[in-house]
């Protein structure tokens, strides 16, 4: 019984989810953009326009010559969310998802009389037809099965769209061959660098690397990771690391045209370090450090810092922000095109202290009493006045392990 695990890679997922709302665009190229400007890059790109060499992050202009008639959709960030948790319920029907990867990945743990190839595949095909029938037909999905969860997601991108791919233990590493070293994950162009660099040019030249070989080109114990991978061994979890290892909660967002003004992205910057705060707050951590970063339309940067001392409550948060970006002294009176706000060095739930003062008692329980109302009765029910202006500006966005809710989204 060589596989354990079942991943699941949805195919095109903005695009598909857009097709899948609006029957109009099926069949025909799309692309999600965030803003309706040439400049700006494409988010997703359909199975359809991908044929035409249109890639996520291709210009919109360049989309435009590249596929003429290009379907062009703004992002519509709340309806990937509500889908995703829908085709999580899909799976979940067949098989439990033992962990999600990120909005359009998650994988699932073959029990023991599922790990044999006939088994897995009929398990893999039902979780299809449980897609098909409870979420609909043009969101498909490419499904990998392998001995361990690295190999399944590289057996997930082998055939899309719409593919099942299985590698057993004894197809290996001749079933990896055929592929580049950049279609395995964590590859980027400069870990392809290095490996290039150490004379490793191939999947095949890689499988054949002894471990200590690939110790010297990692210069980490990463490297006996890849090592067991390859041959099909499964190894302790390092793709889900758990909350107590977090260090940093932060949010960033790209500023509109209308908003890039001085009040249009402090009102921005407020509302991110109120999404922040409550984050915070809700994980059970207390931060002890604020960052705060624009990156401006003429490509100037700025970045500054203050100490919070593990206040929690999101007016301090709020005050530190507001102070760092009204003191800045770079890039004054040019439009920020993008900001973002960071908490970092964050007091574990176990050994945050209540506060001495009885004022930051009571901003505590204020802001403990705003988390309550806002989660009972919808996010944005209760806020600060000075986030009227971009109360709806900076919504939640798709993290790659941290899916929101559909109900942190505010109703337009």
């Known amino acids: 019984m060589s596989l354990s695990t079942l991943y699941i890679d949805f195919n095109s997922y903005f695009a598909s989810v857009e ?57 519509r960030t709340r309806e990937y969310v509500r889908l995703h948790h829908e085709l999580v319920r899909a799976v979940d029907a067949v098989i439990p998802v033992h962990a999600v990867h990120s909005i359009d990945e998650m994988s699932c743990l073959l029990a023991r ?67 580049s070293l950049s279609d395995l994950p964590g590859v980027g162009p400069r870990m392809l660098a290095r490996l290039n660099a150490a004379g490793i040019t191939s999947v095949e030249s890689l499988c054949a690397r002894s471990e200590h070989e690939l110790r010297v080109v990692w210069k980490s114990v990463l490297a006996s990771f890849w090592f067991r991978w390859l041959k099909g061994e499964e190894t302790i979890d390092l793709f889900t690391p758990s909350e107590s290892t977090r260090r940093s909660i932060g949010h960033q967002h790209v500023l509109p045209p209308q908003r890039r003004t001085e009040e249009g992205a402090r009102a921005v910057l407020v509302r991110l370090a109120t999404k922040a705060g409550t984050r915070a707050r809700a994980l059970g951590y207390a931060p002890n450090e604020l960052s705060v970063w624009a990156r401006f339309t003429t490509g100037e940067k700025w970045h500054d810092h203050a100490r919070l001392n593990a206040r929690r409550d999101t007016h301090a948060i709020i005050e530190a922000m507001a102070r760092l970006w009204d003191q800045r002294r770079v890039a004054r009176g040019v439009p920020a095109r993008i900001v973002g706000v960071t908490l970092h060095n964050l007091e574990s739930p176990n050994s945050v202290t209540l506060p001495l003062f009885e004022g930051e008692q009571r901003l505590n329980a204020l802001w403990e009493a705003i988390d309550k109302v806002n989660a009972r009765l919808g996010t944005g029910a209760v806020y600060l006045a000075s986030m ?3 109360k709806k500006a900076a919504q939640p966005r798709i993290a790659f392990r941290s899916i929101p809710g559909v109900d942190d989204f505010e109703e337009a």
């Open 19 to 75: 097709q899948h709302l609006r029957p109009e665009l099926r069949g025909r190229p799309v692309a999600v953009i965030p803003v309706d400007t040439d400049a700006t890059s494409v988010i997703a790109a359909s199975v359809e326009a991908k044929r035409h060499g249109v890639r996520t992050g291709t210009k919109v202009g360049e989309a435009k010559r590249l596929c003429p008639g290009i379907a062009l959709v703004l992002t």
């Open 113 to 179: 009389d599922q790990r044999e190839p006939d088994a897995a595949v009929r398990v893999a095909q039902r979780v299809k037809d449980s897609i098909a029938t409870r979420c609909g037909e043009t969101l498909r999905c490419s499904i990998g099965v392998a001995p361990n969860r690295f190999l399944s997601k590289v057996a997930s991108d082998m055939v899309k769209p719409d593919g099942l791919t299985v590698i057993r233990r004894e197809d290996l590493p001749h079933a990896l061959h055929r592929l």
């Open 388 to 390: 009227q202006e971009a």
